[in-house]
């Protein structure tokens, strides 16, 4: 059974820092594209970064230079390291996995950015 549990989420005033966690299990890790996506109320979920099983990375011009997503095989753990927050950032931030066309979903954590 697949596993994808998100952690260190939270609330941050405008300007400051926080770091996610995604710990997977059930998957073969080093093998798996890893993401994050986000949902705000009201809005599609998108695409925050995302990193391959080779260590490349993408981002979107929205957090390109702010954020930046990393992965330790060993610890079968994927992070975002997210920097200058804004209030826009606040949204559910979710973990992905996708190997071989088969995606799972993290439940979830919310970062709430105050101005």
């Known amino acids: 059974q697949v596993q994808l549990v998100e952690s260190g989420g939270g609330w941050v005033q405008a300007g400051g820092s926080l770091r996610l966690s995604c710990a997977a299990s059930?998957?073969?890790?080093?093998?798996?594209?890893m993401g994050w996506y986000r949902q705000a109320p009201g809005k599609r979920r998108e695409l925050v970064a995302i990193?391959?099983?080779?260590?490349?990375?993408n981002y979107p011009d929205s957090v390109k230079g702010r954020f930046t997503i990393s992965r330790d095989n060993a610890k079968n753990t994927v992070y975002l390291q997210m920097n200058s927050l804004k209030p826009e950032d606040t949204a559910v931030y979710y973990c992905?996995?996708?190997?071989?066309?088969?995606?799972?979903w993290g439940q979830g954590t919310q970062v709430t950015v105050s101005s």
């Open positions: 059930g998957i073969i890790f080093s093998k798996s594209v």
């Open positions: 992905n996995a996708n190997l071989y066309g088969l995606t799972h």
């Open positions: 990193i391959a099983s080779g260590g490349s990375t």
